[in-house]
């Protein structure tokens, strides 16, 4: 049985992908207003399968950062043992517009990339770290060559639930947990830590994400003293973060957030101790609590459902239920409907599991990466593409 790293430390040190004790798929009864929800027939576009680099197995891709049609990365894991022994090595994929191939890292460590962005051609970041938790490793792009930066965290430090966004801008941020999340943002010149309004005793913070220099959305929750709590939404308006009103659900949480416009973000989560479900929508004022799809159901022990979508505000919702089958599950929204669109078949793997997806700027393309598992039991990357480039 392989354990296939996952990207948030603290919800789970490694998720046995597929084999963890099944919280089976469920009907999740939504409330409040929005669009119609009913699942529809797959679009006319379609997922499928375009090959990457060849890694050595065992092998996770984890994020994507998407520049234009013709650059793209992809950040992961390989060589990694199915017993867990063998903690394996980074690596990242760059897409030219005709194919995947590895790129050369400044340094090598045992563990993973969990995630990269980029701000232009010439600006990205990735961020990974070590089986320990205690040794992160932050790499950036200059356009030529990615070089080892200086990760801004306490060295030494547990961290738990990382994440890395960059704007258009140049701008950039990344969070960590040791406590309550810290946030920490680039300006260009180096990185500084920024103060947040925490409501209540710890806040927790799950996935931290971009749009512009001046809009940034970290999404995640919040303990009180009595041990409860409910989702959280911040907001970054150009100087400062600020906390944002979600509609209250008891031990709610929030894992992924999109925006794309100042007025139309979309934030999705779920309910600890609970199969339940939640989807959130900002009209740029407040956040309201919209029913959920009858197909977005609680994903594994250790994955985090994300969402992401383009500036037109078509969405995709990713990583939920429990990936049984041997395509992957994603949810699209066209604006209006929700519909449940099938990956590709890969022959020979199964339980596919989506870990990031990223639309293409200015065209209906969209990448996706994560992992199939293979007999054996062994994890093998994914790539697949909505639509043509």
């Known amino acids: 049985m392989v354990a296939a790293p996952t990207r948030q430390r603290s919800r789970n040190l490694v998720v046995m992908a597929g084999f963890i004790s099944a919280v089976g798929a469920l009907t999740v009864v939504g409330v409040g207003v929005g669009p119609a929800f009913a699942a529809r027939p797959a679009a006319s576009q379609t997922w499928t399968i375009v090959h990457g680099a060849r890694l050595a197995p065992n092998n996770v891709l984890n994020g994507l950062a998407v520049v234009n049609k013709r650059l793209a990365w992809a950040a992961g894991i390989e060589g990694f043992s199915s017993d867990g022994t063998v903690p394996g090595r980074p690596v990242i994929e760059r897409w030219n517009g005709r194919a995947w191939a590895r790129v050369r890292l400044p340094s090598i460590w045992p563990g993973d990339l969990g995630f990269v962005a980029a701000s232009s051609a010439t600006n990205a970041w990735a961020l990974g770290q070590e089986p320990s938790g205690t040794t992160e490793h932050l790499l950036h792009w200059n356009g030529h060559r990615w070089r080892n930066s200086a990760f801004p965290g306490t060295p030494g430090t547990l961290y738990g639930n990382l994440g890395l966004t960059a704007a258009p801008s140049g701008r950039a941020w990344l969070i960590a947990s040791s406590g309550s999340s810290q946030i920490f943002g680039w300006d260009g010149t180096g990185w500084k830590q920024q103060s947040y309004p925490c409501p209540s005793t710890f806040c927790n913070l799950d996935r931290i994400v971009a749009r512009t220099g001046r809009d940034a959305w970290a999404v995640g929750n919040y303990v009180t003293a009595a041990l409860d709590g409910g989702p959280l939404a911040l907001h970054w308006t150009g100087h400062s973060w600020r906390s944002t009103r979600v509609p209250f659900v008891k031990f709610g949480y929030l894992t992924g957030v999109f925006a794309a416009s100042a007025t139309n973000a979309w934030a999705v989560g779920g309910v600890n101790n609970s199969r339940k479900m939640l989807l959130y929508r900002w009209n740029g004022a407040s956040w309201h609590r919209v029913r959920v799809p009858a197909s977005l159901t609680a994903p594994y022990l250790g994955e985090l459902t994300g969402i992401s979508g383009d500036t037109s505000g078509h969405l995709w919702i990713f990583d939920f ?69």
Do not use: C
């Open 321 to 389: 239920g429990q990936q049984a089958g041997n395509r992957a599950t994603y949810l699209r929204f066209d604006g209006r409907h929700w519909s449940k669109i099938m990956g590709a078949l890969v022959a020979g793997q199964s339980r596919a599991t989506v870990r990031d997806v990223e639309a293409v700027p200015g065209t209906s393309t969209s990448w996706s990466v994560g992992l199939g598992m293979v007999p054996n039991v062994n994890a093998r990357a994914r790539i697949e593409r909505y639509g043509r480039s």
